[in-house]
Each structure stands twice: as structure tokens, then as C-alpha cells.
């Protein structure tokens, strides 16, 4: 062994031993912090890596997806379209991730094209012919429509709510002494209240949350309708649910 392998070889050990050292001498510091601390030191010692090798580490496709869960990569690879015909719905799933999963809420335009472009570039194969630029300005339209994350359950997050906080009291004059129907009443209001009343829902997805089928579910939001305490703003068609505004307490 050289002399130069032989110096490089005791820095090491000295250095392994010091790490060895430490980690058990100094308590204050977790398992954790000195495994992060380890990974840090490898990272620097390797900065010969291309900056792909920071985008792996990271997480991160963007400046604004740092704080974020999901990185720009997974959610264009979630969110690609299994058929041509549903390829608008998969891009507004795709328009919500961007906005409240990647963190892209508040994010200049300029800033989600290049996004929009992979998504579109990934897509290719299931879209054919569909142009970027109609691709391109059905975001530009309904971003300022996604009010949501394309990951949560926001009837799930109502109907836990409904259940748990048993409110609003359900007006007497009603008449609504059914409990399915009582647990609708409070699960709309909890869908709507930080929505600016508007909120989305279907007959088949309510049904379900309720645990009747989903004609029962659409009479009782007919009967919503028909007692002010909801207005319809646009009916869907699947696979689009409906849009509404709560108007009750």
C-alpha cells in the first residue's frame, strides 16, 4: 500500500471512529440527527453528481414544490390519463395537485406552463392529436376552479366532522327527523363552510358516505333544492359532480 493510500486510509478510520465517538458519547443528538448528519456529509463528498442526483434527494421538481409533499414528477405521473375520452378530467386533477400539492398556490403562470408541458409531453400516447395549447388554456381557465387537493377527501373530512361536532342544529321547521337525512343536512354545511359556501358533490359519492344508494342521496339533495338550503349552480354528468351553494344556516 502507498504511502498516500496509507494517510488516506487512517483520515478514514480516524473519521469513522470520531463519527463512532460521537454517537455515543453525545446523547443530546438522536439516532436520527446523526443519520441525517451522515447523509449530508456523503452528499457533499459526492458533489460531482449532476444536479438530476439534487432532484432525487429533494423531492423537488420547482422552487415552490420545496415545502410541498409531492414533487411535480410523481403528481404528472398520478395523474395521466388512462382514455382519451377522460383526459380533461384527469388535467383538472392534475391542475389541482399542481396548485395545493406541489405548492404552486400563488405561483406566477410563467411558472406552471413547463409543468404543464411534461404533463402533456407524458400524456402524448393517451392524448393523440389534442394540441398543447388546448391543453395549455383548459389550466389557465379552471385554475382559479380548483379549490382543492387532488389527494384528500373532502366529503370524508365532512362527514367526520358532521359526526363529531353534531352541528349546525338542523332548523326545526324542516322537518328533517330522519338521521340520514340530518347527517346530509350537517355534512353539506361542513363541505361548504370554508368554500365560500360553493362546494362539489354527486349523488353516487354522497350515497355512498350516507350508506344509502345513490337515488336516495339525489332526493334528498332535491329536497335541499326544493327547501333553500342548497341552490344548484350547474348539474354534472359523470363523471363531473355537481356544483352548489349552501344557502341554510
Not at 400539492?101 to 406552463?113: F, P, S
Amino acid at each position: 500500500m502507498s504511502e498516500s493510500s496509507s494517510n488516506t486510509a487512517e483520515a478514514c478510520g480516524t473519521l469513522s471512529e470520531k463519527v463512532v465517538t460521537e454517537c455515543t458519547e453525545c446523547r443530546a443528538k438522536s439516532a436520527t440527527e446523526k443519520l441525517s448528519e451522515l447523509r449530508r456529509t456523503e452528499y457533499i463528498q459526492g458533489i460531482e453528481g449532476s444536479v438530476n442526483s439534487v432532484r432525487s434527494v429533494l423531492s423537488v421538481d420547482s422552487v415552490h414544490s420545496v415545502h410541498s409533499v409531492h414533487s411535480v414528477h410523481s403528481v404528472v405521473r398520478d395523474t395521466l390519463p388512462v382514455s382519451a375520452d377522460g383526459w380533461r378530467v384527469s388535467l383538472f386533477r392534475f391542475t389541482r395537485a399542481l396548485k395545493f400539492d406541489c405548492g404552486l398556490d400563488g405561483a406566477d403562470m410563467a411558472d406552471i406552463r413547463p409543468h404543464v408541458e411534461q404533463w402533456h409531453r407524458e400524456a402524448g400516447p393517451i392524448l393523440g392529436d389534442v394540441p398543447f395549447s388546448e391543453v395549455w388554456s383548459a389550466v389557465v381557465t379552471s385554475w382559479e376552479c380548483a379549490r382543492q387537493s387532488a389527494f384528500s377527501d373532502p366529503l370524508a373530512v365532512a362527514l367526520a366532522k358532521a359526526r363529531e361536532e353534531g352541528a349546525p342544529p338542523v332548523p326545526d321547521r324542516a322537518g328533517y327527523d330522519e338521521p340520514v337525512v340530518t347527517l346530509a343536512y350537517r355534512l353539506l354545511f361542513w363541505l361548504a363552510l370554508g368554500q365560500e359556501r360553493l362546494f362539489f358533490v354527486s349523488c353516487r359519492a354522497l350515497g355512498e358516505r350516507l350508506e344509502v344508494d345513490h337515488t336516495r342521496a339525489w332526493r334528498i339533495l332535491k329536497m335541499f333544492e326544493a327547501d333553500g338550503v342548497i341552490v344548484c349552480l350547474k348539474r354534472g354528468r359523470m363523471p363531473k359532480a355537481s356544483r352548489y351553494r349552501w344557502t341554510g344556516a
